[in-house]
């Protein structure tokens, strides 16, 4: 499996987690055994979910501050998910180029959410790298 199959998988169990409020380790366990998880995915998947509900609030923060005029209640889970691992990714996760894990977390939006979504997830996603690491 691909690590974009893993980062889909990741942010089908964090928009359960979203909608459900519950962002407990048991979610993770049901969701290994409801979907095949392979050894290959099992280290970034587990690293994946483990860093976002450990650092939530940090991370939400991050995406309040940089959607601006939206309250964070206002955006979909889904686009909430896909951004929770793309600023894992760019924060938490070095092995990843910064620009991979935008184009992914984009890519993602327009496969799992509305027309506008990938605008709106890389208008957030590229201010915070511009800001945050003086990236052009």
């Known amino acids: 499996m691909s690590r974009k199959t893993t980062r889909q998988k ?4 964090l928009y359960q987690m979203q909608v459900n409020n519950d962002f407990n380790e048991e979610n993770k366990i049901i969701f290994f055994e409801e ?8 280290d970034y998947f587990n690293d ?8 939530k ?4 923060s991050v995406i309040k501050k940089y959607a601006k005029g939206w309250k964070l209640e206002r955006i979909s889970a889904v ?7 793309a600023i894992y990714e760019i924060l938490f996760n ?18 799992y959410s509305s027309d506008e979504a990938g605008k709106f997830i890389n208008g957030i ?12």
Do not use: H, W
Not at 10 to 13: I, Q, R, V
Not at 98 to 104: G, K, L, P
Not at 125 to 132: E, I, M, S
């Open 10 to 13: 990741a942010m089908k169990l």
């Open 35 to 42: 979907n095949k998880i392979t050894s290959k995915e099992i």
């Open 48 to 55: 994946c979910i483990d860093t976002v509900c450990k650092n």
């Open 57 to 60: 609030d940090d991370i939400d």
């Open 79 to 85: 686009d909430l998910s896909i951004l929770r691992i």
């Open 94 to 111: 070095d092995d990843i180029p910064m620009q991979v894990s935008i184009n992914e977390a984009v890519e993602t939006a327009k496969m």
């Open 125 to 136: 996603l590229g201010a915070f790298v511009r800001d945050r690491f003086d990236y052009e």
